[in-house]
């Protein structure tokens, strides 16, 4: 079956606009999370969806950052005003347990270039 | 707040040596992954490890935990070019048990060149 994709797989965009970036989790995954990736870094988490709603959104940055999720489908992160600090890699994974241990199942992330 | 410290950070090495990675926290786990991200797409999941002491392996690539769930390392026998990627390791903290969000190590850039 299909894996977890987003789009656009780039993204350019000059400082102060606002993007969107998408992510469509693997089908019947309940669960679906945002994480950032800096050049050559580990992974910050963002926010978590269960469902569409979000019991965790401790990792988002600022208030310009927003996500929201419809059902159990598609979710889209928001970021307004964009600033060069935002320039990343965002990951989306989902998965279909929750409680220890699972697996999350990651996309190949949208690169965002603020320029 | 939990830190996952990897180290070395940078690792170059030829087709046939080996190598250990190693994943170090300031707390204690509660379980332990494992991922390889390959540049362009998002981590795939190795191995998960639970239990103190717990030793697993995959192919040339042993997992182990520490008997006090505070590191863990991950070697690699004979590397091959295929190996070359990201490693990182991920651990779900206690008190995420509602959230199930991971908290990832700094990563470990591995170039095996032939």
């Known amino acids: 079956g299909a894996g977890v994709s987003q789009s656009p797989s780039n993204k350019v965009t000059e400082k102060g606009k606002d993007v969107e970036l998408r992510c469509d989790p693997i089908?019947?995954?309940?669960?679906l999370y945002w994480y950032r990736q800096r050049l050559g870094q580990g992974l910050e988490f963002l926010i978590y969806?269960?469902?569409?709603?979000?019991?965790?959104k401790s990792g988002l940055p600022s208030d310009r950052f927003s996500a929201e999720r419809t059902g159990e489908s598609v979710s889209t992160l928001t970021i307004q005003r964009t600033q060069q600090e935002d320039s990343a890699v965002y990951l989306c994974?989902?998965?279909?347990?929750?409680?220890?241990?699972?697996?999350?199942?990651f996309g190949p992330g949208t690169r965002l270039t603020v320029t | 707040t939990q830190l996952l410290e990897q180290s070395p950070q940078f690792l170059s090495i030829q087709e046939g040596e080996n190598l250990t990675v190693y994943c170090n926290s300031s707390?204690?786990?509660?379980?332990l992954q494992w991922y390889r991200q390959e540049p362009g797409e998002g981590p795939v999941l190795l191995v998960t490890?639970?239990?103190?002491?717990e030793v697993k392996k995959l192919k040339r690539l042993t997992f182990q935990f520490g008997d006090a769930r505070k590191d863990s390392s991950l070697h690699i026998t004979a590397a091959q070019p295929g190996d070359t990627g990201l490693y990182l390791c991920?651990?779900?903290?206690?008190?995420?048990?509602?959230?199930?969000?991971?908290?990832f190590g700094t990563g470990t850039r591995l170039q095996v060149f032939p």
């Open positions: 490890v639970v239990t103190g002491g």
């Open positions: 994974a989902s998965s279909s347990v929750t409680g220890l241990p699972y697996e999350q199942y």
């Open positions: 089908s019947g995954h309940t669960a």
């Open positions: 991920a651990e779900a903290p206690y008190e995420s048990y509602n959230t199930d969000k991971l908290i």
């Open positions: 969806f269960q469902g569409n709603s979000a019991p965790d």
């Open positions: 707390s204690v786990f509660s379980s």
